[in-house]
């Protein structure tokens, strides 16, 4: 049912055990300079207090839209607020996260009714701090295919003449449409825990007719040392290789021009995660560098040695290549698990 004074966006945070990061990330969405927008908060079944923080805000501000469900993770928290958004467009934020004041006027001040609005993110871990942003020169209006030219390569390669590092396709940098995700079915996928934002914002991307970029930040990425990414779950290589198979029976992984055939690319930023969870697991080095060589037989890692050049990866990145193209398994376990603060510096 759509609402007499319908909101411009509806922002959709998906909660579970959140108390600590809560009420930040809340406030930097009802803040907003743009004030025409709606909160729709999803507990997703969660055990602490952040169900009395949200129900907090909802009493504070008639634009927060307080729901509870059964624990289902992550993408079932989307979709189900999805369910109860009436804005034009729909944005994501993670409740680890927040945004800046003017995030969301700005990104409407230069939509032009576009489906899909990507902004950038600065990746905070600690004192370091990472800019993920689009280059200046590509700022603008797209259409058609000057879309899965220009704009989307951004999140499938980078190395030489092209960035030093990928975009994060982390839904919090965009802005999508209602309507064309509506339209287009593009929904999270349930079964998918690992990398389900690539899948989606990618699909999204590559199947957009309009598409505005900016070349700014306007989201707070904050990486949780007790969130997903930094435990050891055998279903972080599964997730991958199918996010990968989607990916590419659609039509994705086409989209990475000739000319940059030899970079890195989506398929060893994978890889890399992968072998970063498994260095989380307990057990031997030895025994892990076992269960690391069986990545390399998997599907989209057998050839990541011979279609990828060093020449075109930045040179504090290519030991870790070097390492993956000569399947130096124990090794690669090693420098993961004991130098990992070390890495984070690449």
């Not at 031997?284 to 060093?310: C, H, P, Q, R």
Request: aromatic share 12%; net charge positive; hydrophobic share 40%.
């Amino acid at each position: 049912m759509i609402m007499k004074n319908t909101p411009k966006i509806s922002v959709i945070v998906p909660i579970y055990n959140k108390e600590l990061f809560l009420k930040k990330s809340i406030s930097s969405i009802l803040e907003q300079t743009e004030k025409n927008i709606e909160i729709i908060l999803v507990d997703d079944g969660s055990t602490d207090n952040s169900s009395e923080i949200c129900k907090k805000f909802t009493e504070k501000d008639s634009r927060a839209l307080y729901k509870r469900k059964e624990n289902g993770g992550l993408t079932s928290a989307r979709n189900y607020g999805r369910s109860y958004a009436n804005g034009e467009y729909i944005a994501f934020v993670d409740p680890d996260d927040y945004i800046e004041k003017n995030a969301l006027e700005k990104m409407l001040e230069c939509s032009k009714n576009a489906d899909i609005v990507i902004g950038g993110l600065i990746n905070e871990f600690g004192r370091k701090k990472t800019l993920r942003i689009m280059p200046k020169k590509l700022e603008g209006f797209y259409e058609g295919d000057e879309i899965c030219k220009k704009i989307l390569p951004m999140f499938l390669v980078y190395g030489k003449h092209i960035g030093k590092d990928l975009l994060l396709a982390q839904l919090g940098i965009f802005l999508f449409k209602r309507k064309f995700l509506d339209e287009q079915n593009i929904f999270s996928n349930e079964n998918i825990t690992y990398s389900e934002d690539w899948l989606f914002s990618l699909e999204a991307i590559f199947k957009a007719k309009t598409t505005a970029v900016l070349h700014n930040v306007h989201y707070h990425y904050v990486p949780n040392p007790y969130g997903l990414t930094e435990n050891y779950s055998p279903k972080v290589i599964t997730d991958h290789i199918e996010v990968l198979r989607k990916l590419d029976r659609i039509g994705v992984l086409s989209c990475i021009p000739v000319s940059y055939y030899a970079n890195p690319n989506l398929i060893l930023n994978f890889f890399q995660q992968a072998v970063k969870n498994l260095s989380f697991k307990k057990g031997s080095v030895f025994s892990l560098s076992k269960e690391l060589k069986i990545f390399f037989e998997m599907d989209y890692f057998k050839d990541l040695g011979k279609t990828i050049k060093a020449r075109n990866i930045y040179i504090k990145k290519r030991i870790i290549f070097y390492l993956i193209k000569f399947k130096c398994s124990l090794l690669l376990i090693l420098l993961y698990k004991y130098a990992f603060n070390i890495l984070r510096k690449f």
